[in-house]
C-alpha cells in the first residue's frame, strides 16, 4: 500500500514565513477569500461569508470547486470565531476527514496561533479588502488583509 503524502504537515526547522493573512480576525470579515497552497501546487480556496440574521450571526465557509473565480464554490461548512473553528451542518457536502476541511482546519490554526508554515507551503489572501472586497494597495492593508476605512470601523 502506498504511504499518502502529507500536504499539510507540522513545522520543522528551516521554515520561511509565506503566510499574508497576520490576524484571525481577518476570517470574520465577511467577504474573506484565501488560498491554501503547497510546494507541489495543490491549493484550495476558501471564502468566508458572513450573514446576519435577527437574533445571530454565522459565517459561511465555501471550497472553490471549479473554473469560475465567483461563482464556483460549494458550501463546506460554518466559522465559528469564538473557538477558531469549522463545524460541519447536515448541507456540508464534506466530512471532517476530508482534505479540504483538514487544509482548512490547518491553515486556521496557523493564523490563530501565528505560527510559521513550512517552507513552499503558503496562505495567502486574494489581496481585496475581507470586509468590503475593495483592492488592497497600502503595505500595511495589504499585510492586515483589510483597507485602511474598514480597519477603522472593524476596531
Same mark, same amino acid.
Given at each position: 500500500?502506498?504511504?499518502?503524502?502529507?500536504?499539510? +504537515?507540522? +513545522?520543522?526547522?528551516?521554515?520561511?514565513?509565506?503566510?499574508?493573512?497576520? =490576524?484571525?480576525?481577518?476570517?470574520?470579515?465577511?467577504?474573506?477569500?484565501?488560498?491554501?497552497?503547497?510546494?507541489?501546487? =495543490?491549493?484550495?480556496?476558501?471564502?468566508?461569508?458572513?450573514?446576519?440574521?435577527?437574533?445571530?450571526?454565522?459565517?459561511?465557509?465555501?471550497?472553490?470547486?471549479?473554473? =469560475?473565480?465567483?461563482?464556483?464554490?460549494?458550501?463546506?461548512?460554518?466559522?465559528?470565531?469564538?473557538?477558531?473553528?469549522?463545524?460541519?451542518?447536515?448541507?456540508?457536502?464534506?466530512?471532517?476527514?476530508?482534505? +479540504?476541511?483538514?487544509?482548512?482546519?490547518?491553515?486556521?490554526?496557523?493564523?490563530?496561533?501565528?505560527?510559521?508554515?513550512?517552507?513552499?507551503?503558503?496562505?495567502?489572501?486574494?489581496?481585496?479588502?475581507?470586509?468590503?472586497?475593495?483592492?488592497?494597495?497600502?503595505?500595511?492593508?495589504?499585510?492586515?488583509?483589510?483597507?485602511?476605512?474598514?480597519?477603522?470601523?472593524?476596531?
Amino acid at each position: 500500500m502506498e504511504q499518502q503524502q502529507n500536504l499539510f +504537515p507540522q +513545522p520543522t526547522q528551516n521554515l520561511q514565513y509565506s503566510n499574508s493573512i497576520k =490576524d484571525p480576525k481577518f476570517f470574520e470579515l465577511g467577504k474573506a477569500i484565501f488560498t491554501v497552497s503547497n510546494p507541489t501546487n =495543490d491549493h484550495y480556496t476558501y471564502k468566508i461569508k458572513i450573514k446576519k440574521f435577527e437574533k445571530n450571526t454565522l459565517w459561511f465557509v465555501y471550497l472553490l470547486t471549479g473554473p =469560475d473565480n465567483n461563482n464556483s464554490y460549494t458550501y463546506l461548512g460554518v466559522y465559528i470565531p469564538s473557538i477558531h473553528g469549522i463545524r460541519l451542518t447536515a448541507k456540508s457536502k464534506y466530512t471532517t476527514e476530508s482534505k +479540504p476541511f483538514q487544509v482548512l482546519k490547518w491553515a486556521i490554526k496557523k493564523v490563530v496561533n501565528k505560527e510559521q508554515v513550512p517552507n513552499g507551503y503558503k496562505i495567502q489572501h486574494e489581496n481585496k479588502c475581507g470586509r468590503c472586497g475593495r483592492l488592497l494597495t497600502t503595505p500595511e492593508s495589504i499585510d492586515r488583509g483589510i483597507g485602511p476605512e474598514c480597519f477603522a470601523m472593524h476596531r
